[in-house]
């Protein structure tokens, strides 16, 4: 058997290479709530079953948790699981899982429970959002309660990775199919109440297996307005933004000193998405001209006062693997109306379909601007999030589309041919399966170079810039993550210092 330390260093990602151990004294509990504020709300609550990142920020490490976890610092650490190894030949892992765990309705967990999880994911017709997490699962066997036997049809020497998404969550066979309105974990807080279009309340969870939450009560409060959510930092309604959606007003809660400001980076690439099922997109050089009427540099100071790093491909710059393809279909007015005119689409009309967050609505008015100087007439059609999953996302039912896609080292998506936007590129596939079997990380990032280069060059989106983390909580507060490098509010460390 390889040891998990060599197996996880196949991933070319940090490793947790130990049981967990919380290295900080135990924090003092308080009954003092903390509320939570958030731009959005989560159309649901069961993170396995959803691709809005609002269902991962409130229950992610908080009321769910997976076999493994990513942590503050983006590594790989255990959760439901202590140990793995994985077999000489890559295709077997064997989690050890922690014993005694429940479930907050008293249920147990063991290795039983993780078999039904692992194979409700990745069932035919399941909700889950990410599939290709658990594509190279063959089949899941418990081989007594506290070890769990994976087999894979092909080496994937990331899955520790893969299964610290919050799509791979544990869920009890008993509970699952209603966790989308009372979710139920095994995590540090147990869910208490979901007000709908207000907030969801979640309390400690006295009998959690690990260390206890220092908050008693914690509230996310949902605020989609930025000027509102100013107001109720500044009146103490809210005591936390972990994601600040007014990043203009920043310098005022830097000089106040009732709040402590941290802007950190995030996995959030924001895109404009094409239909490239969709005439004329279907061109390269419509997508070409489109990409290169963007100034991404006005999109950053205009949409986000200057926070925000211009990508030219979807990898963030923090990633070790990250190549600078901004010089790809680059601004350039001039070419952008001659590939128009050579794919015979000039006067394009066409709509951009806005979901609710600040960037998307301010880069889309900026987009739209800087569209019509090549010739093409931009609609803008301002929607919820829930509009925005069924008929963007799930129904492909857009023309372009802004969003941040926050999950972590997500690359191969441009590889699901069942996914909202796609492009046959049979040497990108080729790529990605060179990946799940490649373990020197040499050889990694020269493929994640190739498959970052692909997408640029077929411009299969226009790539915008990385999200900024701008977090703002009252400087009373401590335990915050500075970075987001899986998207999430994990409050599990938070704790009043007053």
């Given amino acids: 058997m390889l040891t998990r330390r060599f197996a996880l260093a196949l991933a070319l990602m940090p490793v947790v290479a130990a049981p967990f151990v919380a290295s900080a ?183 959690y297996w690990g260390e206890p939450a220092a908050i008693a009560r914690a509230e996310f409060a949902f605020i989609s307005d930025p000027g509102i959510a100013l107001a109720s930092l ?57 990409s290169s009427a963007i100034d991404r540099n006005v999109l950053i100071a205009g949409a986000m006062y200057g926070a925000g790093t211009p990508i030219g491909s979807h990898m963030p710059p923090h990633n070790p693997a990250y190549l600078d393809l901004t010089g790809v279909n680059a601004f350039d007015p001039d070419r952008a109306r001659s590939l128009l005119a050579e794919a015979g689409a000039e006067d394009l009309s066409l709509t951009i379909t806005l979901p609710p967050p600040a960037y998307a609505r301010r880069s889309g008015e900026l987009i739209a601007a800087q569209l019509r100087q090549v010739g093409i007439h931009a609609a803008l059609k301002p929607v919820e999030w829930a509009e925005w999953l069924s008929s963007a996302f799930r129904g492909k039912d857009y023309d372009l589309t802004i969003v941040a896609h926050t999950e972590p080292n997500d690359i191969g998506i441009y590889g699901r041919d069942d996914y909202y936007f796609h492009i046959e590129n049979s040497r990108f596939d080729a790529v990605m399966a060179e990946l799940e079997t490649e373990a020197d990380p040499d050889a990694r990032i020269d493929l994640l170079h190739e498959a970052q280069t692909l997408i640029a060059d077929d411009a299969v989106n226009a790539f915008l810039f990385v999200l900024p983390k701008l977090g703002v909580w009252d400087a009373d507060l401590e335990g915050f993550w500075a970075n987001a490098p899986i998207q999430a509010n994990d409050i599990t460390a938070v704790r009043w210092t007053d």
């Fill in 25 to 207: 004294p135990v924090a003092a509990q308080s009954e003092r709530p903390l509320i939570v504020g958030m731009a959005l709300e989560p159309p649901h609550l069961d993170p396995t079953a959803g691709a809005a990142a609002a269902i991962d920020e409130v229950l992610y490490a908080n009321v769910f948790e997976g076999l493994t976890r990513i942590a503050a610092d983006g590594t790989v650490a255990p959760a439901l699981a202590t140990a793995w190894e994985v077999s000489a030949d890559g295709l077997t892992w064997t989690f050890t899982l922690r014993d005694g765990v429940t479930f907050h309705d008293g249920a147990p967990f063991d290795a039983s429970v993780a078999v039904f999880a692992l194979d409700r994911f990745r069932a035919e017709g399941a909700e889950n959002a990410q599939p290709q997490l658990f594509a190279a699962i063959d089949g899941v066997e418990a081989a007594d309660p506290t070890t769990l036997v994976i087999h894979l049809s092909r080496p994937a020497a990331d899955l520790p990775f893969s299964l610290a998404w919050g799509d791979a969550v544990m869920v009890h066979p008993d509970s699952a199919d209603a966790n989308k309105q009372t979710p139920i974990g095994t995590g540090p807080f147990r869910f208490a109440e979901w007000r709908r279009g207000d907030r969801v309340i979640l309390t400690r969870n006295d009998d």
């Fill in 234 to 290: 500044l009146a103490g309604d809210v005591n936390a933004f972990p994601n600040f959606p007014a990043p203009e007003q920043i310098p005022v809660l830097e000089s106040n000193g009732q709040f402590h400001v941290e802007i950190g980076t995030t996995e959030g690439e924001v895109i404009l998405a094409i239909n490239s099922a969709r005439p004329p997109f279907d061109k390269l050089a419509v997508r070409q001209a489109i």
